[in-house]
């Protein structure tokens, strides 16, 4: 079983940046997919990006070209760097692992216990 740890969250005003990461330990990290996903109050789970075991790279239209996933395999860690925050960012935002890349959570079959995001305006 992986176990995932989001860090990095924090309050941040509009137009500023964060750094999230998503650390994984247990099954082999480099075999699976991550994707981070952002709750927020009395909405649903949604994605925002997601990058394979082959770094192609998946991004939410919401986030396009102003968000950046990476992953670096050799530290078990997938990183999002977040630019441009606007207070619709604002939620929890956490990271899963599928076998393949996916938009979907249904696909994700490990998830972190998330990190807050807040973007003031």
């Known amino acids: 079983q992986a176990q995932l740890v989001e860090s990095g969250g924090g309050l941040v005003q509009a137009g500023g940046s964060l750094r999230l990461s998503c650390a994984a330990s247990?099954?082999?990290?480099?075999?699976?997919?991550i994707g981070w996903f952002r709750q927020a109050p009395g909405k649903e789970r949604e994605f925002v990006a997601a990058?394979?075991?082959?770094?192609?790279?998946y991004y939410a239209d919401s986030v396009k070209g102003r968000f950046t996933i990476s992953r670096d395999n050799a530290k078990n860690t997938v990183y999002l760097q977040m630019t441009s925050l606007k207070p619709e960012d604002t939620g929890v935002y956490y990271c899963?692992?599928?076998?393949?890349?996916?938009?979907?959570?249904?696909?994700?079959?490990?998830w972190g216990q998330g990190t807050q995001v807040t973007v003031s305006s």
């Open positions: 899963g692992a599928a076998p393949r890349i996916a938009r979907t959570k249904e696909a994700y079959d490990y």
């Open positions: 247990g099954r082999t990290f480099s075999n699976y997919a």
């Open positions: 990058i394979s075991v082959l770094k192609i790279t």
